[in-house]
T-cell receptor, first 112, second 113 residues
Framework: KQEVTQIPAALSVPEGENLVLNCSFT??????LQWFRQDPGKGLTSLLL?????REQTSGRLNASLDKSSGRSTLYIAASQPGDSATYLC???????????FGQGTTLQVKP | DTAVSQTPKYLVTQMGNDKSIKCEQN?????MYWYKQDSKKFLKIMFS???????INETVPNRFSPKSPDKAHLNLHINSLELGDSAVYFC????????????FGSGTRLTVV
């Protein structure tokens, strides 16, 4: 059974810092991994999608890596801004089930 | 705008009532999903439909009945609402091979009083 864990659960940083959010999963048989952002009371916005054959994806200040063998993904945010404050969710699409399994999320606060 | 749209955005209702949530996508996807986000913000899949056919049915009370009239629509009907049904329900869509990942709607916040 696939389980997804995100560490830390919450993070507070001053503006301008580079930061890393961690995601681990128990079953390496994944189809893809997707990082989402959720603002309070809002829906999920897709940030980056990494296919199982890929090692990383980049979009602007965001970089996501994937290491299937160790069951880990990281989301790197460069030069953080107050507008980056949100909950970041890691979700794994398990190959066999077609289900998207979510982690509990990391709530990020970037202070001005 | 290309998107997954859900209605209503907010739903407040009394215990025992029956309610429906509607979802539509114009992305050309052939697979649609319902996810539930509980009070602890944990997201879990409930149902998945591919081309109007049910393909994933998690352990969900049979008071919840999804209906897909066509591949662009997936509605969720809930009978005899209970307090524990209060949550945010998200609709999502993808291609069956999930190559492009998933697109989520903005959610429906259901409050049962």
């Amino acid at each position: 059974k696939q389980e997804v864990t995100q560490i830390p659960a919450a993070l507070s940083v001053p503006e301008g810092e580079n930061l890393v959010l961690n995601c681990s999963f128990t079953d390496s048989a994944i189809y893809n991994l997707q990082w989402f952002r959720q603002d309070p009371g809002k829906g999920l916005t897709s940030l980056l999608l990494i296919q199982s054959s890929q090692r990383e994806q980049t979009s602007g200040r965001l970089n996501a890596s994937l290491d299937k063998s160790s069951g880990r993904s990281t989301l790197y945010i460069a030069a953080s801004q107050p507008g980056d404050s949100a909950t970041y969710l890691c979700a794994v699409d398990s190959s066999n089930t077609g289900k998207l399994i979510f982690g509990q999320g990391t709530t990020l606060q970037v202070k001005p | 705008d290309t998107a997954v749209s859900q209605t209503p955005k907010y739903l407040v209702t009394q215990m025992g009532n029956d309610k429906s949530i509607k979802c539509e996508q114009n992305l050309g996807h052939d697979t649609m999903y319902w996810y539930k986000q509980d009070s602890k913000k944990f997201l879990k899949i409930m149902f998945s439909y591919n081309n109007k056919e049910l393909i994933i049915n998690e352990t969900v009370p049979n008071r919840f009945s999804p209906k897909s009239p066509d591949k662009a629509h997936l509605n969720l009907h809930i009978n005899s609402l209970e307090l524990g049904d209060s949550a945010v329900y998200f609709c999502a869509s993808s291609y069956y091979d999930r190559v492009g990942g998933y697109t989520f709607g903005s959610g429906t916040r259901l409050t049962v009083v």
